[in-house]
């Protein structure tokens, strides 16, 4: 799990990583949609939904991402957002486009 081996290089001692090891192994979860469950499956990857855990999971996970010019990405929780800049006419300005090539 990417999340342990960070905590690990930060100094996290062992046994707080043994307990967040068992926390975030194969938890069960199931799907709730139009009124039915699905059969039980197992998370192989990822943080529980919900848990004031997760956020910083994530935020752990996050903290390394590359930064490269003219590309600004914005983190918190489980979100995660991209921008590029584009400079036109020695201005600026930000972007954000949404999965149908909309701009928001």
């Not at 192989?44 to 848990?51: D, I, K, M, T």
């Not at 855990?53 to 935020?59: I, R, T, V």
Request: aromatic share 12%; hydrophobic share 40%.
């Amino acid at each position: 799990m990417g999340v342990l081996f960070k905590l690990s290089r930060c100094g996290v001692w062992e046994t707080m990583l043994r307990w967040l090891q068992a926390y975030l192994k194969d938890r069960p979860f199931k799907v709730f949609m139009v009124g039915t469950y699905s059969s039980e499956r197992i998370a192989r990857s990822g943080v529980p939904q919900g848990a004031g855990l997760s956020p910083s999971l994530f935020n752990i996970m996050m903290y390394d991402t590359p930064v490269e010019e003219g590309i600004c990405s914005c983190e918190y929780a489980n979100t995660l957002i991209f921008a590029l800049q584009r400079i036109r006419y020695n201005s600026s300005s930000l972007h954000f486009i949404t999965g149908q090539n909309n701009r928001v």
